[in-house]
């Protein structure tokens, strides 16, 4: 018995020995490198109050061996030899303790520095990737709610330090020198490289982007940071001869006074991005429908208005063979909304035809239907306005900021959606023009989504290679059912963006998968054990929680199977102007003919002999 | 032939951003006092050029397009395809001038930031040099404490032009 009770001590003492041994020796290497140590522990303390990831860290080593290298030049200048250079950090760091004890802190930390600072900061960021992974894997925490407590608390602290840092106004350009649109302040990413500054490659806002948020959660912010960035680094390759000039159209189809606040914001970010003319329709700029091609023009005009299936297809045949006859006559297209009812007339349609027997045939046939299909469009026209009448093209301006009635009047706002998406289409199809890079972005699109389904326009665009970007304000806002809704988010290879919604998940679920340890902790007598088990889970890439509880201009990028959360930079114009060429414009007139022309007036200016009209007597003085 | 600044012309401030009733306002002090019908003949010339210069601003689409006009140069015509192998052009910003710029994106950004920041960098700069540790720590500290600075300083500056 006592023979076993001294084993049993022995082992104890040795074990206990064991360890005091492993500590004593882990403290004094700690205190040896006592300079190392202090900066890891500084580094350890900033990842933890800031939530840095572990990559931060790493960045900031590698961008202190410039002072690592310069002191190792020093060296080789005061002594010739390798060896003397080699033995210089162990030299300085044994007189670095002289100086310890002297009092003189300072000195020695200095000797140290340059080897000790990058060294701390890396041995830093690996101890708190160890310390990450032992808390999300749960080997390391004192509870079992541990991992979850260390999550909640890290993206608290993480997103308040991407608020803070978005305040910088350098850090954050609408667009950097190496072509990336700048977003905003990275607050966690998974399964993408981690950046400070969140950026985005000009030419994925080239292909179809998804943007899905709340009202109220800072989508606007995001969408202008995207139209200006984008501009901007397309302007950039276009002057660097890498790609074409790029063309804006925004599609504003939720309407009303806010579409304008917005629109003159928009215009004052992309004029500091560069652009030199932003057309804002309807209330200041004009655009001709009737420049489409005549066969496009009769498609387009049938497709304006509704037309419903069964018996009253014939009736749909009957209009788009009227149409095809008034808009292919021999004497061409129309060139106005008055010019296009007049053809809609038999006496019209005769004369024209009058040497083409077959199509005087059409007219003969279609005599019957045609005031009916002139009411139809007088009405359709009258209600579209004179906006889309022209003149004006979309090569006129650099941007257009279409305002579309869509909460007023759905119906027309869906056929103007119709006509200016086809206009887009043209413009970028017709040969023979400026090729341009185009982008057409599609706000609150669900507004007018009944006739043109957003599945369509990113096809269309996808094969006249324009980049589309649409918002919803949800997931059911994306499209009329299910399919399209996935349909939309499948093609969408320019990324997702999430912002604060109710229902993430179908988007989330777009981001897929990763694997995570998930450790389950026994319970023993009541309280968490040392014991359990691990095994390898899937967990979000995008976690719908997260998404959820997303603050205001906070968004996730979802794109390669990666999700990068982000605090959203508000978008500031420069504001430091283009250089200016001078105070002298060049003459008006005939530029002035092939841009947008403004709606006339109410009041011209008066002619000269008028003035007495204008200012009563007082002219006269 | 060239037109004046129709701001000038108008004795506005060249905004985009002006209100149809100071652009009529500008255009009445000045058509009053040069209108031909005037008894003393008034300047012809003067009325016509500040009509056109009301007419080019009496719409917010005019004010913008003049204003456009003013800042941003006309567009070029487009660049030939760069051939394959081909160099591309120089960007728009020159290094010299992205040098010049350095004070107005300065005096733009956030310079109370930046002068702590500054402050910061020569303190610790002065207790480096101050420490007695040697020419080579101190050659290491100083090229340390100056790559903070030029890191971390370029968050205060204004964004350059045109980004």
Redesign the interface.
Known sequence: MWWYLRTRLAIWVLRATGRVIRWAALAAALIAAAPVTLVAAVGLAGAWLRAWPPARLRRAAWWSLPMTAAYLLACRLRSASWRALALAPFDDWRAAWHHVAAGQLVTAFALCAPVAVPAGLLAAAGLWAWRIYAIETGLSGKTATAPVIFDARQWRRASRAARGRVTAPGAFPLATSSGRVVMGATIRAVGHRWRPVAAVPYQALGRHQVIVGSSGCGKTNLMMRTWAGWYAAALAAWSRRQAARPLLVVLDCKGGPDARVKAARARVLLHAAGARRVAIWPDEATISLWTLPPTDLAVTLFQLIESGTGPAAYYADVTQAVLTLAVTAPPGPPASAAGFLARLEPGWLENAYARDPPGLAGVAAARRVLPDVNLRYRTLLSRLGPALDGPGTLADADAWYFILEGTREQSVAEAQAQAITDLVAHAVTTPGTEPRAMMLACDDYSAVSGRVPLSNLFERGRSLGVGVQVSAQSWQGLGRDDDERRRICATADGGIWLMRTPYPQPVCELAGTRRVIETATKVIGGVWGDEGSSRVQHAWTADPGIARRLATGQAGYLRAGGCTWVQIARPRPSPIPLPAPAVVIPPAEPRRQARPEARPAPVPPAPAGDLDDVFGQEARR | ??????F?VLGLPAQ?DLADEDVRAA??RI??AT?????DGGD?DR??EA?NA???L?????R????????????PA?????PPGAR?????LSPW?ALL?VP??IR???PGRLTLRIVAAAVAAL??WH??????????????IA??LI?TA??????????
């Open positions: 032939m060239t037109s004046r600044n129709p000038a985009p255009w009445r058509a009053s209108h031909p019908d005037r008894d012809p009325y016509r009509s009301y007419t080019t009496r719409t917010p689409w005019g913008s397009e003049a204003y456009a006009d003013l800042r941003f140069p006309a567009p487009p660049p030939p395809r760069t591309p052009a120089r960007p728009r001038r710029l107005a994106r733009h950004g956030k207790l480096a420490s007695g540790a040697g020419t080579p720590p101190i050659a290491g500290l100083l090229t340390g790559t903070w890191l370029r968050g205060d500056l204004a964004p350059p032009p045109g980004r």
